[in-house]
């Protein structure tokens, strides 16, 4: 018996996209500031902060590739690795919840020499260390720093009923869309997974490297949190280290938890409610997001395509 695709036709997902970009932009982001005001705002953006901003933008990927370097069963090549870390963010732009990246990742590791479980428990042990190298960085600063944080606030609750809505809406649908289209990667990256806890116990005997790995993953945090964090003071915005912290963790969580390629939709009102909550105004908050955004997610994007290409050409991304 054939097997039913699960895919949808061209015209369908182009559709269900637009109807989705509509959602967001017509529903989500009206109610958390005027939108044309908070474009006027990024006129006046500090052109040094925005500097160091891509500046840290570029650095994350840096650790990134460090990162799978410490990781690694077999020795891997660190350009090489940056490289596939550039290509895997273009391919996040095309898939949802990291399945670009992770995909990317388990191709050049198996075509490094690695079997499948090793493949998977390597990129499962960077991913793990990711969460923890965050809960870290904020249980060390949270002592310190806490009594710095502003008080929160919270929005009307019909404002709130209104986003949470449009966004569950979004989450749908873009999980209809991109569901049929992620299943070849997650059937890829599973098919080896009855070794894979055999795997990950390996990396007791590799302590070291598994430090400063997760070194490696608080740098890489750090090096994301301090380009939001130099968004929002260019847009002259004064909020505490330790706050931006919180507000990209929530951020980043509700991005991870939508469907979309890069969590696109959920990190931005993730990140404008979080920002709006410590007492931001929300037109200032969506213009920092704005220019986030643009630096982290859409500036990258002709680095990426061209790290794709090359990857492609040199044979990277293929398994014999």
């Known amino acids: 018996m054939a097997r039913r695709s699960t895919s949808l036709t061209p015209g369908r997902q182009q559709l269900l996209v637009l ?20 474009l006027s705002l990024t006129t006046g953006a500090s052109l040094g902060p925005l500097v160091a901003a891509v500046v ?3 650095l994350s990927y840096v650790a990134a590739a460090g990162n799978y370097c410490l990781l ?5 090549s660190y350009p090489r690795t940056l490289l596939i870390q550039l290509a895997g963010m273009f391919v996040n732009r095309l898939l949802p919840a990291g399945i670009g990246s992770i995909s990317v990742n388990y191709l050049n590791l198996r075509r490094s020499g690695h079997n499948g ?17 965050n809960l870290l960085l904020l249980a060390v600063l949270w002592v310190p720093l806490h009594d710095r944080l502003p008080g929160l606030r919270i929005g009307h609750p019909s404002k709130i009923l209104i986003i ?15 569901y049929g289209r992620g299943l070849s990667y997650r059937t890829h990256f599973f098919n080896d997974i009855k070794s894979f ?31 939001l964090w130099f968004c929002v003071l260019a847009m002259h915005i004064s909020l505490p280290f330790i706050a931006v912290l ?32 410590y007492r931001v105004d929300s037109a200032a908050a969506l213009a920092a997001v704005l220019v986030y955004r643009l630096i982290s997610y859409w500036l990258p994007l002709v680095a990426g395509a061209a790290a794709l290409l090359i990857s492609q050409r040199r044979g990277y991304l293929s398994v014999s």
């Open 164 to 178: 949470a809505v449009g966004l569950a809406v979004a989450v749908i649908v873009l999980g209809v869309v991109f």
């Open 72 to 76: 690694a069963v077999y020795g891997l």
């Open 19 to 38: 109807l989705v970009a509509g959602i967001i932009f017509y529903i989500v982001i009206p109610q958390l500031g005027n939108f044309r005001h908070s």
């Open 246 to 277: 919180i507000v990209f963790s929530f951020g980043t969580a509700i991005g991870a938890a939508t469907p979309t390629p890069g969590g696109l939709g959920g990190v931005e009102a993730g990140l404008v409610g979080g920002l709006v909550a």
């Open 56 to 58: 840290f933008t570029g």
């Open 197 to 227: 806890g055999r795997q990950l116990l390996a990396y007791r005997h590799r302590r070291g490297r598994l430090l400063a790995a997760l070194v490696c993953s608080i740098s890489l945090t750090l090096a994301n949190v301090l380009s």
């Open 117 to 133: 479980a090793q493949a998977a428990s390597v990129v499962a042990a960077n991913n793990s260390l990711g969460i923890i190298g």
